[in-house]
């Protein structure tokens, strides 16, 4: 008899639990260890208690210090999967020499097995994440006749990528799947409670009510919402953003994916069935499954592939430790409306969709040189989706561009044009995106020369940068840009 020890990103019916029962733990080190959010934390153990109940008497939910500590008290070897990170890595490798780990499978988690994507990446010169997804939608079948993309197009970005509809506070979309809670998530708000008074659990933001999945039929539930309500949307508003909408037709099916509730290829089958059906527009549905078999499993192969040093690279040098009030996910410090609301989704809900990520969070990061390690630490901490796998590529390699260039051929920063194009915050803001200099100067359009004064010769030979490079060069009153947001210094905007 080898019992299964699933971690608690393993919890969805995919995962095999055998016929000799199960093992979860709640480690109570790694639960106390980082300032998590508040409710990362209840997601991540309202999740365990669940699938520990669905299991009943064939599951063991051992509360410990450590695993090593668990494995010690159940006092026999288990098989696991694959872990996520390399820290669990390790440790199962310890395990494994100490005869407390039997066997390790490989993980269901993913489409792709680990070894098939070193076979894919070993004869390339470069990485694409666009090859990859099509090798991906060949591979698995997905909206391709015979070797044909359906629609004559791999990508339907350009139908994408639209502004928010003109003068509206929300999309016309339905609202996201919301969850209900029940005494399973009552006793977890109970102990974390309790833990936070007894200083053993040290979180971050506000807690709330759980928005999101945490067991198998309410992620599936969320999925079909999503999907029968909402994908037809997720296209052309992919990219904006509203002060009033914090959702947009974004999926919110990161968390149960990550919580491993959903099998990735899965989600992406069921988006095309909804084409199929004549549910859901080609462009909406292709965005959405380049999200999902593209970008996320781009994402997971390239932390192992760039290794386990990847994640401190600092190409730009960029050694700004995060100011207090970013640490401390305090929006009401933050005066810029688009910053704000960001802040605010944040600590509020441990959640904002991948655009204030990138565009508004990872651009401010990037303009004001915060360290890419200490950010990425942050990203994986205050998000309720953030695990170990998802950050380096996501913070330091795209939002960062500390790589070197090794993930992304340009750094994403931008000036205030973009968010005034991509958003409604602008007009209800006191800068002004146009400005630079000023009282009313705007932090992100004043901070894009800055950064690009700052990095001119670290991105001189980026060839994708040379245009602005050299309006900035042109740009009369650069001295004094860059002289007033030295003087802003870490302050809040
Ligand atoms: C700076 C930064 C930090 C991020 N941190 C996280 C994180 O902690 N956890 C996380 O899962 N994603 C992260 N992402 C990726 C992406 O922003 C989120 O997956 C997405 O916003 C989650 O919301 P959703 O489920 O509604 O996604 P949707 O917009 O509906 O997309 C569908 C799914 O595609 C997947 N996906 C899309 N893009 C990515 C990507 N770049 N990396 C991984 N998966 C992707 C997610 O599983 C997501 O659920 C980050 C991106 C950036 C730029
Ligand atoms: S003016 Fe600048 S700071 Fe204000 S919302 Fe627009 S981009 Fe953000």
């Not at 005869?99 to 894919?120: H, K």
């Not at 979180?203 to 919402?225: I, S, Y």
């Not at 994640?311 to 970013?326: E, G, I, K, Y």
């Not at 969070?361 to 630490?377: H, I, S």
């Amino acid at each position: 008899m080898t019992r299964r020890w699933l971690f608690a990103d393993q919890l969805g019916p995919h995962f095999d639990v055998g016929r000799d029962g199960v093992l979860l733990v709640e480690s109570r080190r790694a639960l106390g260890r980082r300032p998590f959010h508040r409710q990362k934390l209840h997601l991540v153990l309202s999740a365990l208690r669940h699938r520990a109940a669905e299991l009943g008497d064939s599951a063991v939910l051992l509360r410990t210090d450590s695993y090593t500590e668990a494995l010690r008290e159940l006092g026999e070897p288990v098989r696991v999967h694959e872990p996520t990170s390399y820290a669990a890595e390790r440790l199962v490798r310890r395990l494994v020499a100490s005869g407390m780990v039997e066997s390790v499978d490989p993980t269901p988690g993913y489409s792709l097995p680990r070894e098939e994507f070193a076979r894919w990446a070993g004869g390339r010169r470069r990485l694409r994440m666009d090859d990859f997804y099509r090798f991906q939608r060949q591979r698995l079948d997905l909206l391709v006749e015979g070797d044909r993309p359906v629609g004559g197009r791999w990508s339907f970005d350009e139908d994408n990528r639209k502004p928010p509809p003109k003068g509206a506070e929300r999309l016309d979309v339905p609202a996201p799947y919301r969850p209900r809670e029940d005494d399973i998530d009552a006793e977890v708000r109970d102990d974390l409670d309790r833990w936070t008074r007894a200083g053993h659990v040290s979180p971050t933001g506000v807690d709330g009510p759980r928005l999101f999945a945490v067991t198998r039929r309410e992620a599936v539930a969320a999925l079909e919402r999503f999907v029968t309500h909402r994908l037809g949307s997720f296209g052309p508003h992919e990219d904006a953003m509203l002060r009033g909408d914090w959702a947009m037709a974004h999926s919110l099916l990161s968390v149960p994916l990550n919580l491993g509730l959903l099998d990735p290829v899965e989600v992406a089958d069921r988006a095309v069935q909804a084409y199929r059906d004549g549910d859901a527009p080609l462009a909406s549905v292709e965005g959405f499954v380049r999200q999902v078999i593209g970008w996320r499993e781009y994402v997971w192969h390239l932390y192992w592939h760039f290794g386990p040093t990847y994640r401190r690279r600092n190409s730009l040098q960029a050694r700004t430790p995060l100011p207090d009030w970013f640490d401390r996910l305090d929006a009401e410090a933050v005066e810029a409306a688009c910053l704000h609301d960001a802040m605010e989704g944040v600590r509020d809900r441990g959640w904002v969709h991948h655009i204030p990520r990138l565009m508004v969070l990872g651009n401010w990061a990037a303009q004001r040189g915060y360290d890419p390690d200490a950010l990425t630490e942050w990203f994986q901490t205050r998000f309720v989706d953030g695990y170990d796998w998802v950050m380096p590529a996501n913070v330091v390699g795209m939002s960062q561009h500390a790589d070197g260039g090794a993930m992304a051929t340009k750094p994403y920063v931008s000036g205030g044009a973009y968010v005034n194009r991509m958003s409604d915050y602008c007009g209800g803001c006191r800068y002004d995106p146009k400005k630079r200099v000023g009282d009313d100067a705007c932090p992100f359009t004043a901070g894009y020369w800055s950064y690009l004064d700052r990095n001119a010769e670290r991105l001189e030979g980026n060839h994708r940068m040379a245009r602005p490079l050299q309006q900035r060069r042109r740009l009369a009153d650069l001295a004094e840009v860059v002289a007033q947001e030295r003087h802003r210094g870490d302050a809040a905007p």
